[in-house]
């Protein structure tokens, strides 16, 4: 864990804790969500979007059975994530779309 996270890692998800004790909970979290069949799993990555210290990946995925849009911003520092944001949103099935543009 520490060779990408930074000594003292800041998380802006209110479900996960700071620092690599934060990280490791969030793997134990991943893994309790998948045991109750709402695995995390990123299938499409979309675009990597980087300027100075900040990346902003935003991928495709499932959260248990529903077509999730992943958003992942961090700052990195000396080589390693030294803070992360995350919004997660559904993607609706195509035919509940209101216009033809897609999420991506």
Do not use: C
Request: charge should be neutral; aromatic fraction near 14%; avoid cysteine.
């Amino acid at each position: 864990m520490g060779y990408y996270f930074g000594n003292n890692y800041i998380q802006h998800n209110p479900w996960i804790g700071d620092g690599l004790t934060g990280t490791t909970g969030l793997f134990q979290g991943v893994a309790a969500l998948a045991k109750a069949g709402h695995a995390v799993k990123y299938t499409k990555l979309r675009q990597v979007l980087a300027e100075g210290d900040f990346v902003l990946v935003t991928s495709e995925g499932l959260f248990g059975n529903q077509v999730t849009a992943y958003y992942d911003m961090m700052r990195v520092e000396h080589g390693k994530i030294a803070e992360h944001w995350d919004v997660l949103q559904p993607i609706p099935a195509r035919e509940h779309w209101r216009n033809d543009n897609g999420k991506f």
